[in-house]
């Protein structure tokens, strides 16, 4: 089994507050029509996923991989996303545009990627997937991420956390 890629401390997020802390400098862009991680990566999917993309009419039989399974110890966190048998792709890449025909309902593990959220109570780490097939990490084109990135493409995700946290603090 190949060892998993490098992370490296992106930010960290104060979840009552959302102050962020940038902790190293990285640049992202991702580039259009890649699809690198479609290929390479193995997507976990939470009941959230699999509900917004059976929303768009398919069925869970033809998307979920119900042999992959994804545990964060003894805990079952859910199972992966289905490839093609024929090049290994996602089901939802398309193998002419390389885009993603789910793009807009894709998984949360897709939306995050190359970035990863580690919760430790109230503070969320973000941390950057060093895998070299991403050309996308520290592109000389691409945009810092600083706090003004996180917000803008993680914002609504954080505050999902933080309202979590809150409700769980009032029970």
């Known amino acids: 089994m190949a060892a998993d890629p490098a992370k490296r401390l992106v930010a960290t997020v104060d979840l009552l507050t959302l102050d962020i802390s940038i902790e190293s400098e990285v640049r992202f862009k991702c580039p259009e029509n890649c699809g690198k991680c479609c290929v390479n990566l193995e997507i976990p999917l939470r ?38 048998p024929f090049d290994g792709a996602c089901i939802f890449l398309d193998p002419e545009t390389k885009r ?10 897709c939306r995050l990627y190359p970035f990863v959220f580690v919760k430790h109570g109230t503070k969320m780490e973000i941390y950057i997937r060093e895998d070299s097939f991403c050309p ?15 917000l803008r ?19």
């Open 47 to 84: 009941d959230e996923d699999i509900e917004r993309i059976e929303d768009l009419g398919y069925g869970a039989w033809e998307f979920v991989d119900y042999e992959k399974m994804f545990y964060r110890g003894d805990k079952f966190l859910g199972y992966a996303l289905k490839k093609r």
């Open 100 to 109: 993603c025909r789910i793009y807009d309902h894709r998984p949360l593990a």
């Open 136 to 150: 996308g990490i520290d592109h000389p084109e691409g945009e810092p991420v600083d706090e003004r990135f996180i």
């Open 153 to 171: 493409e993680y914002g609504d995700v954080l505050k999902e956390y933080r309202d979590k946290l809150l409700k769980d603090q009032g029970e």
